[in-house]
């Protein structure tokens, strides 16, 4: 919402038409003799052999899983191979003008994009940089299975390790380019530019925007191309990636140095077919995907329909469309035409499409065509395309027999290394700055007003006489966020933020508030309400090597970014082999007071799901050491925080919040009062809550509790909750979350089974009720209140002499709730 851009009733008013521009289709209309100017004879045989390099790995992998046999080599691979014969010269015309800086996503039928774009960077890396490539990568393990009595020239080599490297991640070896933990669906190789290849259709469509987005702020050569199929064109993620990477802002807001679109490229693999479904005259209503682009934005993303049928169309297509990104014209959409032989997979029994259809696409199969051009205009003889294929098929078969061949390519040893995947979850680094040079900012730091704001407010709640200071002056918990997160925007020149009404606005709940003033906008902008790519671009500017800090302004819409947040984000750190690094945070407030649909504690799925670190501060002091550890970190972290709380003054740490740097490991329980009697483990804001149970409970019944503050959900250290439950031998966990399925659960059954002899009674958990959130005025009777702590306490764990309790924790009324479901 920048006040500079006025927005006027009497233009905005006027009448007037909305016409649209046009969009080509199958314009390419060259032949080979036309083209000799730009390609030598090498360069048109490479894209035949590159064709049929992709159509011989496919039929041997089609074989495999039909058959179980190739050329007499049996092997059953039970996993799955979507194929794509049939497009070859889609996949080899988008790679033929890609360099390795231009970095490709793709989706689970992308074997054939995977190969294109290698052996495009085989053709361009020069033989030093090869070998400097395949040595390093994983200490050179996947070179010595193909460098054994390897003959011909090191671009030979690059080949076999390129498709040995595939076909071992497709079998799942630990040769694999992912160790075999990615396989045939998320297979990907960074070094040449190949990007992660995404099972969840469309779940490429914003990740690649992210990872266009780490190009265009951090000024790195190259562009993105996203690969996508015409059924992902329904998708929200690609919707949501095609919104964000065409915001008006990039070339209306922008600095100067940073004007301009952002460099991605969508590239729909146009097979005309999802599974069984057909895009075109069934599933959806575009008719042909290019129109598309005419709803997006002015330039109707320079959509353009190619004939993916004909690789130097394609090729044509990609060195007009690179240029216009180049010249910071895009994003573009190109909806490349093509056509899949084989099924959706090899068990597909084709029942949705008819045989001639198939054999009509079989008969002007690009390579059959290419290969006869090439031989029409004397550039080879028929016998030369024979060599080709007779090359081919001894390299397909030798890459077959030595990724099934268990002493060269074996599975990663879960037998002999028990945690060995567990160990690739996370990265655990500690990088302070993902990039070099000077953060780019607008002001010093020191004359931010908020930070001279702050500078006045005191560090402690109480003042020096020991009186209470008053909120506005007290140093707050969205303080202790902000002083962590504006001292990264001034130590690393990657990090960005984003989300909804984060400049200007100064973020929903004030958090980012002086931010505005301090950082331009590549750096800090309002992003388009779309919760998915939010955090989907997040993850891919992470990977891309940048961090980055994305918000959700309430927990309820993680829902909208439920694939990203769970599929993705979680995921591709261990699914790279543990190469990949992903510096992404994610801040999520929790809301209460706006009812259903607006106050709901979700840490317990984001909890749930394995490779995302979390965290819930509950103070300012851990509020800003959290956050330093988030953004000193390589891994995911999930940073929520209460709405309830983000004005609470620092009560524990003497002395106050530090105004200098510090860090507070993630996954470290805080003791916040000592105790004897019972320990009361608490996660977010109802640390507040226990704390005043805990009062009552000394002043009314003389029972003195522990208050454990669990600041960490994952990863967590048990140790010193277990060291408080062998003294106080009684424990009760509380939160905001709703109670069933709650991560209190799996926290109260841990300890039980971990301190099981120190019980004299069940952990119990005071959690909200399985209801909706109802409307402000009658949420004490929904979130845990202190009250609820001490009932559970008297009717769970200890009778209290004399306690009256005013709610039913009887076992007869859980046991109703339960059958009830609420
Ligand atoms: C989110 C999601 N929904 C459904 C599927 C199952 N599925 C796998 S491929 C596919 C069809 C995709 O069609 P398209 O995007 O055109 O790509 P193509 O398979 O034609 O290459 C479907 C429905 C999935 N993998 N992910
Ligand atoms: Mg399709």
């Excluded at 530090?658 to 320990?679: A, C, F, Q």
């Amino acid at each position: 919402m920048p006040k500079s851009q006025f927005i006027d009733p009497r233009d905005i008013r006027k009448p007037g038409k909305l016409q649209f521009g046009t969009i080509p289709i199958n314009q390419y209309n060259k032949t080979i003799a036309d083209e000799r100017k730009i390609y030598s004879g090498d360069d048109l045989i490479r894209i035949y052999r590159d064709m049929v390099i992709i159509r011989e790995f496919e039929n041997m992998l089609n074989e495999i899983k039909v058959k179980n046999e190739y050329r007499g080599i049996s092997y059953n691979h039970p996993g799955p191979a979507h194929l794509s014969m049939g497009q070859e010269a889609a996949a080899v015309g988008m790679a033929y003008t890609l360099t390795v800086d231009d970095l490709i996503f793709g989706s689970h039928r992308s074997h054939g994009e995977i190969l294109a774009k290698g052996l495009s960077a085989i053709h361009q890396l020069d033989d030093n940089q090869l070998l400097g490539i395949m040595k390093s990568y994983f200490n050179g393990k996947v070179l010595s299975a193909v460098e054994k009595g390897h003959k011909g020239t090191h671009k030979q080599l690059a080949v076999k390790f390129l498709l040995y490297g595939t076909l071992s991640e497709i079998f799942a070896r630990e040769n694999g380019f992912n160790k075999g933990l990615g396989g045939s669906m998320h297979a990907f190789f960074t070094p040449f530019g190949i990007y992660p290849n995404n099972a969840i259709v469309g779940g490429s469509g914003d990740i690649s925007v992210g990872a266009a987005l780490f190009k265009k702020v951090n000024n790195q050569p190259g562009i993105v191309v996203c690969n996508i199929g015409d059924a992902s064109m329904a998708c929200g993620p690609v919707w949501e990636g095609i919104s964000f990477a065409s915001m008006d802002q990039y070339t209306m807001l922008w600095d100067e140095a940073y004007r301009g679109g952002l460099p991605v490229l969508f590239n729909c693999m146009n097979n005309m077919y999802g599974m069984g479904g057909q895009t075109c005259g069934e599933t959806m209503g575009y008719g042909i995907v290019a129109r598309i682009g005419a709803g997006v934005n002015s330039e109707m993303l320079h959509a353009e329909r190619i004939d993916g049928y004909n690789p130097l169309a394609v090729i044509d297509a990609f060195r007009r469309k690179k240029k216009l990104l180049h010249d910071r014209k895009g994003p573009v959409l190109l909806d490349t035409l093509t056509y899949r032989f084989s099924g959706h997979s090899p068990s597909d029994a084709s029942s949705y499409r008819s045989k001639e259809e198939v054999e009509a696409w079989q008969q002007v199969d690009s390579i059959l065509q290419f290969g006869q051009d090439l031989v029409s205009n004397n550039i080879t003889r028929q016998s030369g395309l024979e060599e080709i294929s007779l090359n081919v098929l001894a390299e397909i078969e030798n890459t077959l027999r030595l990724s099934i061949d268990d002493s060269v390519s074996p599975r990663l040893n879960l037998l002999s290394r028990p945690d060995a995947i567990g160990e690739m979850m996370f990265s655990n680094g500690s990088v302070e700055a993902f990039g070099i040079g000077n953060p780019e900012t607008r002001i010093p730091l020191q004359e931010n007003p908020r930070v001279k704001a702050i500078r006045n407010k005191e560090r402690y709640y109480l003042d020096n006489s020991g009186k209470p200071v008053s909120k506005a002056k007290q140093f707050q918990l969205r303080d202790g966020i902000f002083e962590a997160i504006i001292d990264r925007f001034y130590k690393d020149p990657t990090l960005v933020a984003y989300g909804e009404e984060n400049r200007d606005w100064g973020g929903a709940f004030a958090v980012y508030r002086g931010l505005t003033e301090a950082l331009p906008y590549h750096r800090l902008f309002n992003s388009p309400i779309a919760e998915g790519a939010i955090v989907g671009t997040a993850i891919g500017y992470g990977m891309a090597g940048g961090r980055v800090i994305a918000e959700i302004m309430y927990c309820d819409f993680i829902g909208r970014c439920g694939d990203e947040l769970f599929n993705q984000l979680p995921k591709w750190q261990a699914m790279s082999g543990n190469l990949i690094k992903m510096p992404v945070v994610i801040r999520v407030s929790i809301g209460s007071k706006y009812g259903a649909q607006h106050s709901q504690d979700w840490s317990s799925l984001v909890a749930h799901v394995p490779g995302i670190k979390a965290v819930f501060p509950a103070t300012p002091y851990d509020a800003k050491g959290l956050m330093n550890s988030a953004l000193q970190g390589t891994d995911p972290v999930v940073y929520f925080e209460s709405q309830r709380i983000y004005d609470v003054g620092e009560q524990f740490h003497e002395g106050g919040v530090p105004l200098e740097y510090y860090e507070i490991p993630i996954g470290e329980p805080d003791i916040k009062r000592k105790g004897s009697d019972i320990t009361i483990l608490t996660i977010g804001s109802t640390l507040y809550t226990a704390l005043k149970a805990a009062d009552e409970l000394s002043a009314k019944y003389g029972l003195s509790a522990e208050v454990i503050d669990a600041r960490s959900l994952v990863p967590f250290n048990y140790a010193p909750v277990l060291e408080s439950v062998k003294n106080t031998g009684r424990i009760v966990l509380t939160s905001d979350a709703c109670s069933r399925g709650s991560y209190l659960r799996d926290m109260a059954s841990n300890i039980a089974e971990m301190a099981f002899d120190y019980l004299d009674a069940p952990p119990v958990v005071v959690g909200s009720r399985n209801w909706i959130t109802p409307a402000y005025e009658m949420e004490e009777y929904f979130f845990p209140q202190y009250d609820w702590i001490i009932d559970a306490i008297h009717e769970r764990i200890i009778p209290l002499n004399g306690h009256q309790t005013k709610t039913d924790w009887s076992i007869e009324t859980q046991l109703l709730r339960n059958k009830k479901g609420v």
